[in-house]
């Protein structure tokens, strides 16, 4: 399911949660009813009020709230909300910031997020609740899995695939025709230049691994 217009609920009252809010309001057509969070840090977010926690979801969607926005940054936790929330019948819309740049052959799954700036090349396809976030490129042919994360001025060259739940450290560059592996993470400013294998952590110029990457771990949104 999908929706461009009508109120929507954001999921989440953090950091990643207010980029999203701007990027919601510079497309036009959502009308934000407030945020879900476990643990707000306020009662407010630019004078949204957050309406409670998960337990408050089935009550939006009776009440006529049919769509939502996963704001979280843990890889993990988002598409787990996710797979609630499309259980729950909310729709998911893709949020593309208008000062973004997406490739009219490229294809963007349910929940996906893509921020100003960030550049979306040819024949590339975003997974579902992916977020593709500030100023960062991926270029033609790539593949970016499910719940994974690009975090802001990353740059990934042609022809990668990065999988379910990865993340691609700040200012990282990524050369062609790499693969990393579901759930890796890429640290800030790392040159990756060969492929990255699942669950593993690399970092530095040129990456190498660092450690592994506990089961369970989500990677964290870099905003």
């Not at 936790?77 to 729709?91: M, Y």
């Amino acid at each position: 399911m999908s929706a461009s217009s009508g109120p929507i609920v954001i999921i989440g009252a953090g950091g990643h949660a207010k980029v999203v809010v701007e990027a919601l309001r510079a497309m036009g057509g959502f009308e934000i009813v407030g945020f879900v969070d476990p643990d707000p840090r306020t009662v407010t977010v630019f004078g949204i009020p957050v309406l409670g926690d998960d337990e408050v979801l089935p009550g939006l969607r009776r009440g006529g709230v049919a769509t939502a926005v996963v704001a979280l940054g843990a890889n993990k936790t988002r598409q787990r909300i996710g797979e609630v929330l499309i259980a729950l019948d909310f729709a998911l819309p893709v949020v593309v910031h208008p000062g973004a740049l997406v490739s009219p052959t490229a294809e963007i799954g349910e929940g996906a997020v893509i921020m100003a700036r960030a550049v979306i090349g040819t024949l590339t396809r975003i997974g579902v609740l992916a977020i593709i976030n500030t100023g960062s490129i991926v270029e033609h042919d790539n593949e970016i899995g499910v719940a994974a994360h690009i975090a802001p001025g990353a740059t990934l060259a042609g022809t990668v695939t990065v999988g379910e739940r990865a993340l691609v450290g700040v200012g990282s560059a990524v050369r062609p025709n790499i693969h990393i592996g579901a759930d890796a993470i890429v640290g800030a400013g790392s040159a990756v230049i060969a492929d990255v294998p699942a669950r593993t952590m690399v970092g530095g110029v040129p990456a190498r691994p660092l450690r592994q990457v506990p089961v369970g771990t989500g990677g964290r949104a870099e905003s």
